[in-house]
């Protein structure tokens, strides 16, 4: 019950598998990418809150500086890196009125199930590093305004010098597993019948396992042996700067307890449940979509690759 051929075989997670290439020693040449940042080379992405402008047959819209330059932030404008030899950018729209006819600003989730996988990934860092610097424009030591440094790789301040880099939450999700049973929850703000894997952020000072066994005793009761929790794969998920860490978890105990406050429900379901879930064809319940990486480990555990 474990061919990892089957994990290999499968399409890379949403948000993942970034083509591009983000230039770590370009950007120790400020004056290089500050050319880059304010020349006419390469492509530009527009963000309106977060959400990306796609063309209208449904890929991203790429802008010119000079066409972007009038409806954005080009203060905050970022470099992402080189896509096919040719550099990118990212910059907040702040005139979404006068965006070019037939684009179409589109919610961050629904996109994302459009999209390429390049043009997913490229959109996710954009959306993730636009979020950051949009609340990072002061100093956590001493409240000075700081600076975007690198082409937006890191923020400096300029009073106490102290370098601000943007951060990456880790999240673990993982599918708890009793022999055939896996171990899926819901929230009461989900779709009815909705269901999915257990998560919840890593806490300082706690290993990626710790934190899974943690997690799963607290929302669900359950006990797993933190020497049987195997990582199973990473997606970046930019809502707004989440690593998803996927770990499948053998548990010791099965006995579910559900903590109210965290989940609305959890139970233990067959694998020929997941599996009419995956299909649709389950009576009254169903998994996430395509992009969440629950759904991806459902898969692989039904199919038995995890
Ligand atoms: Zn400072």
Redesign the pocket.
């Known amino acids: 019950m474990n061919d990892r051929s089957l994990l290999a075989d499968r399409d890379p997670l949403v948000f993942a598998g970034s083509p591009l290439d983000r230039g770590e020693l370009l950007r120790r040449d400020e004056s290089r990418v500050a050319g880059l940042l304010g020349g006419n080379e390469g492509w530009w992405l527009g963000l309106v809150e977060g959400d990306p402008v796609l063309q209208g047959q449904g890929g991203l819209f790429w802008f010119r500086r000079d066409e972007i330059a009038a409806l954005a932030d080009m203060e905050c404008g970022l470099f992402l890196g080189h896509y096919r030899g040719s550099p990118c950018f990212a910059a907040a729209i702040t005139a979404p009125d006068s965006l070019p006819l037939g684009t179409q600003v589109t919610p961050a989730r629904q996109a994302a199930m459009a999209l390429s996988h390049d043009e997913a990934a490229i959109y996710a860092q954009a959306k993730a590093l636009l979020a950051w610097h949009a609340r990072h424009g002061f100093?956590?030591?001493?409240?000075?305004a700081?600076l975007i440094r690198s082409g937006g790789g890191r923020r400096q301040?300029?009073?106490?010098?102290?370098e601000h880099f943007p951060r990456v939450d880790p999240v673990v999700i993982m599918l708890a597993t009793d022999g055939d049973r896996c171990l899926l929850g819901r929230q009461e703000a989900w779709p009815e019948g909705m269901w999915s894997a257990l998560a919840g952020f890593v806490e300082p000072a706690e290993t990626l396992e710790e934190a899974c066994a943690r997690e799963l005793e607290e929302e669900a009761g359950v006990k797993a042996d933190i020497a049987q929790i195997r990582y199973v794969m990473g997606q970046p998920w930019p809502f707004p700067s989440s690593l998803m860490i996927g770990l499948v978890a053998p548990v010791s105990d099965a006995t579910v307890t559900v903590d109210p406050h965290e989940l609305e429900q959890a139970r233990w379901f067959s694998r020929d449940e997941v599996r009419a879930m995956l299909a649709g064809t389950h009576p009254d319940a169903a998994m996430p979509p395509s992009i969440a990486i629950a759904r991806r480990l459902s898969e692989l555990w039904v199919d038995g690759a995890i």
């Not at 100093?139 to 000075?144: H, P, R």
């Not at 301040?157 to 102290?162: I, K, S, Y």
């Open positions: 100093c956590a030591a001493c409240g000075s700081t301040c300029p009073a106490c010098e102290t």
